[in-house]
């Protein structure tokens, strides 16, 4: 075998040996566990607005009760605060795995604070009245608004 094949083999398997043990510790890090807990609660947001949203629009039939739970859902995950899910270190720059920008971190606590809240209360508004087609017409675009004007401010836009 030529020195340079060896060389390319090597390099070859140290590249896997080295992404294998990234991948290990990555996983352990507080940051990435802090990421995938917060992408994990976004998820669940976006499961339940989605049902709420294809009822809203008409692509699925309304269901009174799978529209509350849906809507009961938001308001309650919205409510579960995990400020470990938000550790500095794992803004986007810092970290790999994220979109969070680091503005969320510089940002005044309290303007964060009140993209959260605009979340709970009409998640929380939009569970009272989602047991009717018109009810749930009527207050989902609070919904849609906060989860979009806090993705504007602090989430990276993927290409
Ligand atoms: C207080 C700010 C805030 C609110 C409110 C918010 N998000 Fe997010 N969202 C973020 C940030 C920041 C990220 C990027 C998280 C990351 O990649 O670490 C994100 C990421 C996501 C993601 C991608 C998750 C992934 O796996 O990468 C989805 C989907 C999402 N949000 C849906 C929603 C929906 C739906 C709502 C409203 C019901 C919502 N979000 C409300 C800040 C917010």
Not at 16 to 27: E, L
Not at 94 to 109: F, M, V
Request: aromatic share 6%; glycine share 10%; charged share 20%.
């Amino acid at each position: 075998m030529s020195i340079m094949k060896k060389t390319i083999l090597l390099t070859a398997a140290f590249g896997i040996a080295a992404s294998v043990a990234f991948a290990g510790g990555h996983s352990a890090s507080p940051e990435s566990k802090a990421i995938k807990a917060r992408q994990a609660q976004m998820t669940l947001y976006s499961f339940n607005l989605g049902i709420l949203g294809a009822m809203a629009k008409g692509d699925r039939e309304f269901d009174a009760e799978a529209a509350n739970l849906a809507a009961g859902n938001l308001a309650a995950i919205s409510a579960v605060w995990m400020p470990e899910t938000w550790i500095p270190g794992s803004d986007n720059q810092s970290a790999k795995g994220t979109d969070a920008l680091p503005a969320l971190w510089t940002d005044d606590p309290a303007k964060v604070g009140a993209k959260s809240q605009a979340l709970v209360e009409a998640s929380a508004a939009l569970a009272k009245v989602s047991g009717t087609l018109d009810g749930l017409r009527g207050a989902i675009g609070p919904v849609g608004k906060s989860c979009g004007s806090c993705h504007e401010a602090y989430r990276a836009k993927s290409e």
